[in-house]
């Protein structure tokens, strides 16, 4: 007769929560995977599916009861750990955001908005169009396998049973402000032709002060915008390459302690 103890049960029990809590804290907070579309049950059968096959690799849990005080203090400490390497990735999706935002503004497109079901408002269509591009070349560069693998490294990087150190806060806050400087990085080269155009129209005007500036700057602005938008996301793709590795070892970068 096979007899199974309460203490066996624990460990089986501390196997599957403990890294369930930090892959499901990464996919509720990374982009594509945290997708309000995709339905709650196909998020956590994935983040399931993943701690059984990663399990056996992870070596010994702590031994604590996943009920007892201790035992939640560890779950909460993985979630916190999954959703701050997922929100570093996510950054840089707000970041292309932030370039569409600035280029729309640009191209007088700031009152062309549309609700936005992930981010539950409205949203620049110049932006939300970024967004789907970087999200499309995010799939095809294979970005949700390097994200996956490196939640898998995390956990030999800072094993289950630890916290997230102090200076890993303080290296979040300060990827955040990366946000401003990737999305001007982004939106440069749209915002220097359309500031041309621009000081063009205004010299234009003052030669010609009966030249309605409104009705002849408008489309001027609109399709250049767009003709140089066509250009430039040639680059996006290999810039947005970079930003996911850099995004991916910043991620990493937060779990070792000083």
Do not use: C
């Amino acid at each position: 007769m096979i007899s199974i103890t309460s203490a066996q049960i624990d460990v089986w029990m501390a196997t599957l929560l403990f890294p369930l809590a930090r892959i499901l804290g990464l996919i509720s907070s990374a982009p594509v995977l945290g997708n309000k579309q995709i339905p709650r049950r196909v998020k956590v059968g994935l983040a399931i599916f993943i701690t059984l096959v990663i399990a056996p690799t992870l070596g010994d849990m702590p031994a604590v009861q996943v009920g007892s005080p201790q035992g939640m203090l560890i779950i909460i400490q993985q979630a916190i750990i999954g959703i701050a390497m997922g929100f570093t990735i996510r950054i840089i999706f707000t970041a292309i955001e932030m370039a569409g935002e600035l280029i729309g503004l640009q191209m007088g497109l700031g009152f062309a908005s549309f609700f936005d079901p992930i981010n539950s408002g409205y949203s620049p269509i110049v932006a939300r169009w970024l967004g789907m591009i970087a999200t499309l070349a995010f799939l095809a560069m294979n970005g949700h396998l390097t994200m996956l693998a490196a939640l898998v490294e995390s956990f030999h990087v800072l094993p289950v049973g630890n916290s997230l150190p102090l200076e890993g806060y303080r290296t979040v806050a300060n990827w955040g402000g990366s946000i401003f400087i990737y999305g001007l990085q982004l939106s440069m080269p749209i915002l220097a032709a359309l500031l041309i155009t621009n000081i063009a129209l205004g010299i234009l005007t003052r030669a010609a002060p009966q030249l309605n500036l409104f009705a002849v700057g408008f489309p001027i602005t609109l399709g250049l915008g767009f003709i140089v938008l066509s250009f430039s996301i040639h680059y996006i793709v290999p810039l947005l390459d970079r930003l996911v590795q850099e995004g991916v070892a910043t991620s990493l970068r937060i779990l070792i302690a000083p």
